[in-house]
Structure formats: structure tokens, C-alpha cells
């Protein structure tokens, strides 16, 4: 991602700050209508398993399948999906010369901790046991938002 796309990305999540009051429902809609835009030309897409955890493979046209990427999304364990990850996936694998798979973990409140943890290390595990889990690869994450903490909390 470039500083010019991160700077974007930066004044939509600042013009329109966390709703506090959103249901988690609500909150997980608005998390993934993020992830509504096509993939570039370059990019396929695959629904892949991993240990037993859905994931989604990210391929680019010219690149090898090592190394790989294991992309965990951001949203705080209760938002996002492995689909709201893989525009960052895709450019991850693309920077990296390889690929990436975007774990799409169970999220709480309705699997609470250490639900999230447990599909990690599945995915993980899936990965090592892979035709390519030998070669080279990488874990990366997205940050959760900081949000404002509720008033009166402080």
C-alpha cells in the first residue's frame, strides 16, 4: 500500500470516527463494506482451507507461491473477515515475490478468546503441513483501530 493510499484510508476512518453506540452487527456491515472493490487485474483469488480454518489464497500473475504470506485482518477479533484482509493480503504477496493466504478466524463475541488464537495457530500448523509450507514465509496483521474509549471511562 502506498503512503498516498495509507493517507486515504486515514481521513475516511478519521471523517467518520468509531460509532460506539453501533450493535456489533452493525459494526461488522460497515467493516466490510471496505472490502467491496475488486481485486487488481493481476490478482486471483481462491477459497482454501488451512488446518481446518477458511482462508483465502491471493495469488499475483508472475509470482511464485513462495514465499508466502499468513495475513491475519484487523477488527479487533469481533469485526472483518478474511475477504476484508485481502486487498493488503494481495499487496503484501506482491511486494514479497509470492503469495498470500488471509486467515478468516472466528470472531467473538459469539467464539470468545481463545477461539481467534486457536484458528491462528491451526492456519499456521495448516500451512506447515502444505505443499509449500517448507518454503519460506511470513505472518503479518492489521492493527486494530484505536477507538475513543466511552465517556465517563476515563
Do not use: N, W
Not at 482451507?49 to 514465499?67: C, K, Q, S, Y
Not at 492456519?123 to 519460506?136: F, I, Q
Amino acid at each position: 500500500m502506498s503512503k498516498q493510499q495509507r493517507d486515504a484510508i486515514d481521513g475516511v476512518l478519521r471523517a467518520e470516527p468509531f460509532d460506539l453506540s453501533q450493535s456489533t452487527a452493525e459494526h461488522r456491515k460497515s467493516f466490510e463494506a471496505f472490502a467491496l472493490r475488486p481485486y487488481p487485474a493481476d490478482v486471483v483469488a481462491a477459497d482454501v482451507a488451512l488446518g481446518g480454518v477458511g482462508a483465502i489464497e491471493l495469488t499475483v500473475a508472475g509470482h511464485a507461491a513462495d514465499p508466502t504470506v499468513l495475513y491475519f485482518h484487523g477488527g479487533g477479533y469481533i469485526a472483518g473477515s478474511a475477504r476484508t484482509g485481502t486487498h493488503l493480503a494481495a499487496e503484501l504477496a506482491r511486494r514479497a515475490g509470492g503469495r498470500a493466504l488471509s486467515v478468516g478466524y472466528r470472531l467473538a463475541p459469539e467464539h470468545p478468546y481463545p477461539a481467534a488464537v486457536e484458528d491462528g495457530l491451526a492456519a499456521y500448523a495448516g500451512l506447515l503441513k502444505s505443499p509449500h509450507g517448507a518454503g519460506r514465509r511470513a505472518a503479518g496483521g492489521r492493527a486494530r483501530r484505536q477507538c475513543p474509549a466511552p465517556a465517563g471511562t476515563h
